[in-house]
């Protein structure tokens, strides 16, 4: 992404909307499936600026991260997190069967990253037998807008293509559905405005502050985990997957 984002991220996933309201709907499917353990590894595959494993991952276990970006990194370490390291998530420099979850936040779907089905074919061999996988991507090509230049978005999904690309690296799939449902029109909307009325060079979706509004969209957000994953909903902003890679 453009180097301007990572201060502009690294600044949001302490209190954005979007941020606190996926936070909640991953800590909620992962405790459909996962019980406490402290002592379970995590691996955050494209830990970004570290918001994941400052705010979410250390109630599952000990998280580690890698991430590409050398700028991403040094903003991590300002948080005092143990355990970064500068990797691609198509080579991980690790040792197979070494973690017992791994998430990845939106990380597929950048340019940087060549192929998306080797990434997960890493996330399978460095996962050891009954290993979970978190994974969370941006939805519907048709929601491009400013906001994917900035971040260099090279594709967006659909579930269904989340699904197949999980089977073909070996997964079992117990959830993939679309996330970000009830406030899914105002998006589309925004995209949609953007073809009409182009935001500048650079325009980030972090810029807009909710201000008095941004408790009630994480409200709104967060609210999709009552029913998650128990209904699919048909569309939505991002895809939310929980796959597990088979004992044997």
């Given at each position: ?7 502009r991220?690294?600044a ?5 909307w ?7 709907l991953?800590?909620?499917l992962?405790?459909r499936?996962?019980s406490?353990?402290a002592?379970?590894r ?5 830990c970004?600026?570290g918001g994941?494993?400052?705010l979410?991952?250390p109630?599952f276990?000990q998280?580690l991260?890698?991430d ?5 990194l040094?903003?991590?370490?300002q948080?005092?997190l143990?355990g970064l ?6 080579a991980?420099?690790?040792?197979a069967?070494a973690?017992?979850l ?6 597929l779907?950048e340019r940087?990253?060549d ?6 074919r890493?996330f399978w061999?460095?996962?050891r037998p ?5 994974l ?7 929601l491009r807008?400013?906001?994917d ?14 699904n197949?690309?999980?089977r ?11 996330a970000?449902f009830?406030?899914?029109?105002l ?8 073809r009409?009325?182009?935001p500048?060079?650079?325009?980030s979706d972090?810029a ?5 509004l941004?408790g009630?969209?994480?409200?709104i957000l ?15 902003s ?9 004992q044997?």
């Amino acid at each position: 992404m453009d180097a301007d984002e990572y201060p502009r991220m690294a600044a949001a996933e302490t209190w954005h909307w979007w941020y606190a309201g996926m936070n909640a709907l991953s800590r909620s499917l992962l405790k459909r499936f996962l019980s406490p353990d402290a002592a379970r590894r995590i691996l955050d595959a494209g830990c970004g600026t570290g918001g994941a494993m400052n705010l979410l991952l250390p109630e599952f276990g000990q998280p580690l991260g890698v991430d590409i970006s050398p700028l991403a990194l040094r903003l991590a370490r300002q948080r005092r997190l143990p355990g970064l390291a500068q990797a691609s998530v198509t080579a991980l420099p690790l040792a197979a069967a070494a973690f017992d979850l791994l998430v990845s936040f939106d990380v597929l779907y950048e340019r940087g990253v060549d192929d998306d089905l080797q990434a997960l074919r890493e996330f399978w061999r460095v996962l050891r037998p009954g290993g979970w996988l978190l994974l969370r991507l941006p939805a519907f090509n048709f929601l491009r807008g400013r906001h994917d230049e900035t971040v260099h978005t090279a594709r967006r999904y659909q579930a269904g293509q989340v699904n197949a690309l999980l089977r073909a690296a070996g997964f079992e799939v117990f959830h993939c559905a679309y996330a970000n449902f009830w406030l899914f029109p105002l998006i589309a909307a925004k995209r949609l405005s953007e073809r009409l009325f182009p935001p500048p060079p650079g325009e980030s979706d972090l810029a807009w502050q909710a201000g008095p509004l941004n408790g009630l969209l994480k409200a709104i957000l967060a609210s999709e985990s009552l029913f998650s994953p128990r209904f699919s909903p048909p569309f939505g902003s991002s895809v939310l997957a929980l796959g597990r890679k088979p004992q044997r």
